[in-house]
């Protein structure tokens, strides 16, 4: 459940119009890039930032040319890439939040979509064969941020940061790159990954430390059984 859509299916992703919506490098400001200029230096960051109307570092052409890039290498077993890794990442981030169950007197509630979030992660299959066109995680990418805060744990979904960062990786995770000629940058999605967990980390020293209970893993099933136990409707 953790490997890259991608991979999963055997052949570059594009059917979906959102995975042809791409967005530009982020930009981080404040503390977040003085410690980022500390550690990997402004030359590093401003090698990988976006200019004009460039996507990380390319033109992204019209969507009926990208249409049809797809097309053609739809035909084509996937090549494994940098960004590949990356979106492994994110989805052992990804379900390991939505499994998280704070210490906290804000009780739990199975939402509609929780349930259909934990569904498609279950779900998910390895393609017997490359030319398979389904990745059941795939619409996952495609919520809201307020669908965000309804996957986690209402004590969690309160984390702003947290929130927003797992939407602000899933946007930078959902296109597919294959589609995009000229990227010169291989760890340019690693780069992304990078700015944006800086500043979540950063906006969290403003937090309150959240206390995790370890016993326990957040699943439907689980809340199921601890309302047959305690009684609760």
Known sequence: MYIARAISIGHALGRRKYQRRFKPMPEITGKARDLYDKTWGSNTYNWYCDHGDTYHGVTVPADKVLKNIYSAKALVPVVHKPHHDVES?????????????PKCDIADSITG?????????????IADTWNEDV???????????????????????????????????????CPEYDLLDGIDKPEHLHEAMRRLLLDAIVKMEDQPDIEFDTTKIRTPYYLNEKRARTGDD
């Open 113 to 125: 979509v929780f349930k259909t979030t934990w569904d498609d992660i279950r779900k998910h299959r």
């Open 135 to 173: 990745d059941s995680r795939d619409s996952l990418l495609n919520f809201l941020t307020d669908d965000m805060e309804l996957a986690l744990h209402p004590g969690l979904a309160a984390s702003s940061p947290l929130t927003e960062l797992i939407y602000s990786l899933g946007e930078q995770i």
């Open 89 to 101: 990442m994110f989805w052992s981030l990804y379900i390991t939040a939505i499994q998280l169950v």
